[in-house]
């Protein structure tokens, strides 16, 4: 009898040629073709359907072989079960603080939370007080959907053994959404946190597209996991810890009764007649992670499972000969991709760091847009005299001089008589300087109109050193974000005078200082700060700032620092430490016109032609360079102390 073909029939063909022979039955027909005898295929029938070719793991496994991936997630299933007790105790100090009640809610235990429920209570937290992240969306897609697989966080837990996954990591922002409706000190600092758990685990793949037989990729998903548990757990502690503290220090001066009621190594509230425990007890040891650092753990685990999917692909296309090392091209290329990810992080982080500075500014006005337009817009408000004076500076050696000298520098402009009348030639020629140099939209250009701003309020905190110093930081930033997105501005976020920079003078000189330290060597900065002697508030304050600003052109170090100032008071510091000082009468002979296009091009032009003069110089010239020059350009300090800045200040 002759034996009977077999017909394998499969979705696709296998990438693996060899492999796909011998799955297809041509193999064993083959053998069957150089069997002498029909007694002989007996023994090569035991031969069929022993094996099978897996995809997945790239080898022959016996049939019906089942991957049991449910061992590699021991790690997270031990910390699913503290996590889950710590979410219940969690829940217990939340019904303590009344916040059920609070926002009409029913607090579940952790184990029985759905979708509708969590859905429900967000959006009776949304009705309560608006939230400022979409985490409505990021809940739902902590849930495993079969119809849906479009959520990036449904990758993992498709590979988790049950769903109870997707109901403590979802359960775990809801509850502690609700607690922030009571904890209202940190809120945003937390509405943050839980926003970068997000962006973290933005980048992933399903797992359901890639190599599900790969156990570097199990065992990467299930640090994943480790560590989204790990975040929660800290965010919990943190603002039971505030509770716990605020709720504390009223209790330090009762008698020692009181303090045994607390118990020896424990935290405890009294709260309706009640004791609640911290949600982590053990972390009165301090030897556990910080939040940032949870995070930073968080990325690493995601960075580390993107690596094993990246190869893990390769390897089931065939792309990988497991036996032969990564190309040293392909290695670079993959660092190069990491790279980018890590710049892209840092971008999004910074953007969200400026806009939220910026946005606590309220109704002030750093940007000083609307002054320039204001003094060009009346310019046929000024005489034949006053735009002969403003051709005479534009001409001058000292501000060409100044504008094309490589070194940080100051350059002060005075007329015999100071300034009275808001359309006056210094303003306008600020204001046209400004203007021409901005058009290059190559450099920062900072400005403040001291007149004109104190024209809008006499407020100090407006018009003032502190508004000045406010306005300058948030056009830094606002230039930074737009033209320089690579500077780290969000490492400042963890310094003091980064929030406090709005309210203080020695602050925001720090701030200042700090963002300028940020600029990508060789960048050029240029500071206009017109009619000095116009700032309101204490002029001890302004002489401290001006003393403050030549520090920080002191000892700045690959950027270069243009400061321009009109008209300063007679007692000013600027008149002993300028470099460059162009003094002129009140009457200068012209031809009582201006033009401020043919003005405008001529400064751009020749800013343009400057800087591209010297950076040719500076590359013939960095071969020639001795270790003793070397040595001198070590020698700035970067400890300059701003104590002289604002020694006396008070906070605003």
Not at 108 to 134: G, N, Q, V, W
Not at 564 to 586: C, F, G, K, M, N
Request: proline letters at 3%; hydrophobic letters at 35%.
């Amino acid at each position: 009898m002759e034996p009977s073909d077999t017909l394998v029939r499969r979705k696709r063909w296998l990438t693996n040629q060899p492999a796909e022979f011998v799955e297809n039955g041509a193999a064993f027909r083959a053998l069957l073709d150089l069997a002498e005898s029909p007694e002989e295929w007996g023994d090569l029938k035991e031969l069929e359907n022993t094996s099978e070719y897996s995809s997945d793991l790239d080898k022959f496994v016996p049939k019906d072989t089942i991957l049991n991936d449910s061992k590699y997630y021991q790690d997270s299933r031990k910390r699913k079960l503290e996590f889950q007790q710590k979410l219940e105790r969690f829940a217990c100090i939340l019904k303590s603080r009344n916040v059920d009640k609070e926002l009409r809610i029913e607090i579940r235990d952790p184990e029985h939370f759905d979708l509708p429920y969590i859905l429900d209570i967000i959006d009776k937290i949304e009705k309560h007080k608006t939230m400022k992240r979409p985490y409505k969306a990021f809940v739902r897609r902590c849930f495993r959907r079969v119809e849906e697989n479009k959520a990036v966080i449904e990758g993992i837990l498709s590979f988790v053994p049950d769903d109870i996954y997707g109901s403590l990591i979802s359960g775990g922002f809801t509850l502690i959404l609700a607690g922030l409706e009571k904890h209202t000190e940190e809120r945003e600092a937390t509405e943050n946190f839980l926003t970068e758990i997000q962006d973290r685990l933005s980048g992933i793949q399903r797992l359901h597209d890639i190599h599900r037989g790969s156990p570097g990729v199990h065992s990467c998903a299930d640090a994943i996991l480790v560590s989204v548990f790990t975040v929660l757990e800290r965010i919990m502690e943190k603002i039971t810890k505030d509770w716990q503290s605020s709720f504390l220090d009223p209790l330090k001066s009762v008698s020692s009764n009181v303090k045994r009621l607390i118990g020896k190594g424990r935290k405890t509230k009294l709260l309706d007649g009640t004791v609640t425990t911290s949600v982590n007890p053990q972390a009165e040891s301090g030897n556990v992670q910080s939040i940032p650092e949870a995070l930073a753990e968080l990325q690493r685990c995601v960075d580390r499972f993107q690596n094993e999917v990246d190869l893990a692909t390769k390897e089931m296309i065939g792309s990988i000969d497991k036996n032969i090392k990564l190309d040293l091209k392909e290695m670079e290329q993959n660092s190069l991709e990491q790279t980018a990810r890590s710049k892209r992080r840092v971008q999004k982080e910074s953007s969200r760091a400026i806009s939220t500075w910026l946005s606590e500014l309220h109704d002030f006005d750093y940007d000083s847009m609307t002054d320039i337009k204001d003094c060009i817009e009346h310019v046929e408000q000024l005489d034949g005299n006053d735009k002969n004076v403003s051709e005479r500076i534009m001409d001058s050696e000292q501000l060409n001089d100044w504008l094309q000298d490589e070194q940080s520098s100051f350059l002060m402009i005075d007329l015999q008589t100071p300034q009275s009348e808001l359309n006056n030639p210094l303003s306008f020629t600020s204001a046209l300087l400004a203007m021409s140099l901005r058009s290059t939209e190559k450099y920062p250009v900072l400005s403040f109109f001291c007149m004109h701003r104190n024209m809008e309020s006499p407020d100090e905190a407006v018009s003032g050193p502190l508004g000045m110093i406010k306005s300058l930081n948030g056009q830094l930033l606002d230039f930074m974000n737009q033209k320089r997105p690579d500077s780290n501005v969000a490492q400042l976020k963890k310094e003091e005078f980064f929030s406090k920079s709005k309210k203080n003078l020695k602050h925001g000189v720090s701030l200042l200082k700090a963002l300028l330290s940020l600029l990508p060597d060789g960048d050029v900065v240029f500071i206009i700060l017109d009619c000095l002697s116009c700032l309101s508030g204490d002029e001890r304050k302004c002489h401290k700032l001006v003393k403050a600003l030549n520090k920080i052109l002191e000892s700045q170090e690959g950027t270069s620092i243009r400061v321009l100032v009109t008209d300063p008071s007679a007692d000013s510091p600027l008149r002993r430490i300028a470099h460059w000082q162009l003094h002129l009468p009140d009457v200068v002979a012209g031809g009582d016109t201006v033009d401020l296009d043919e003005t405008t091009q001529r400064i751009s032009k020749g800013l343009v032609d400057s800087h591209h003069t010297s950076d040719e110089e500076d590359d013939s010239e960095n071969s020639e360079e001795t270790e003793d020059e070397a040595e001198d350009d070590s020698d700035f300090s970067s400890n300059e102390d701003d104590d002289e800045t604002d020694s006396n200040d008070d906070d605003d």
